[in-house]
């Protein structure tokens, strides 16, 4: 039992990584962002392409990651900005437009077939009888580390409390004299450099191919909405609580581990409609 409870918390942390972008850009900018799946993969990519040349995996991944913030630039820059204000349809059929010219994208550049990529430490947690992967528990502690400082963040800095502000009310900042669309950018920006950390530290212990950010993707916005959209705390809460659900469904019910997600979401949306 103590494996999957540590199962699900690896599995919940990855889910935190690519969740927390969703919910920052729906609750400012009110953008369903189906393009986050790009920076996902994108992260993978150049994590691949990195590797031969650096020879190591973490200098490969903080290059990989800052590799997607002039990507997720150009997208907020030339479709999501153009998209402020207009109706969930638009942003939702222009994101999902962007996702599919990035995945040709890739397989243009780098091709259709799968790369194997192994578990960079290679080490193992024993505990008794049980053996867990020390890799996915520094995925845990990350997602940790990464979940106080984006509170403290949001919480100490002018940025951050003008984005918080902006969650609660965004007219009323732009009422301020705020630009508030430079900060929905910087939002933008960092949401999607979590998406590509995510990706980075999913790679080794998951299938590399064109098409792996969507599941992850529709995971995440499940995710967003069982915590709520907006709700940087409910998203942590909810990506733990989700990847537990996927660990233990998976240890009696295997086929059945994404689709108890939905299942738990479809339930919250019984008594918590979401208000767009």
């Known amino acids: 039992m103590l494996y999957t409870v540590l199962f699900g918390f690896s599995i919940g942390a990855i889910l935190y990584f690519v969740s927390i972008g969703l919910s920052l850009t729906f609750g400012t ?23 031969p040349a650096v020879r190591s995996f973490i200098p490969s991944a903080a290059l990989a990651i800052l590799a997607v913030i002039p990507i997720s630039y150009v997208i907020e820059r030339f479709v999501i900005r153009r998209l402020y204000g207009e109706s969930l349809d638009y942003t939702f059929i222009a994101t999902f437009a962007v996702t599919l010219i990035g995945v040709d994208s890739i397989k243009w550049i780098w091709g259709v077939n799968p790369y194997p990529l192994s578990d960079p430490l290679g080490t193992y947690l024993q505990i008794g009888t049980l053996t867990f992967p020390i890799y996915r528990v520094i ?26 502000a902006a969650l609660e009310d965004v007219d009323g900042v732009r009422c301020l004299g705020v630009r508030v669309d430079k900060y929905f950018a910087i939002v933008f920006i960092l949401g999607s450099a979590l998406a590509g ?19 992850v993707l529709l995971l995440a916005f499940a995710v967003v909405i069982v915590g709520g959209m907006g709700n940087l705390r409910g998203t942590f809460i909810s990506a733990f609580s989700l990847g537990m659900v996927m660990a233990v469904t998976a240890r009696y019910w295997s086929q059945g581990a994404e689709t108890m997600v939905f299942i738990v979401m479809a339930g919250v949306l019984c008594f918590r409609p979401i208000d767009i």
């Open 29 to 51: 900018m009110r953008v369903i962002n189906f393009a986050h799946t790009l920076t996902y993969s994108i992260g993978v990519y150049m994590l691949i392409t990195f590797i």
């Open 139 to 164: 995925i845990i502690l990350i997602a940790v580390i990464l979940f106080f400082a984006l509170e403290l963040f949001f919480r100490k800095t002018i940025v951050g409390k003008i984005v918080i």
């Open 197 to 215: 950390l995510g990706g980075v530290l999913y790679a080794p212990i998951s299938a590399v191919h064109p098409y792996m950010g969507l599941s």
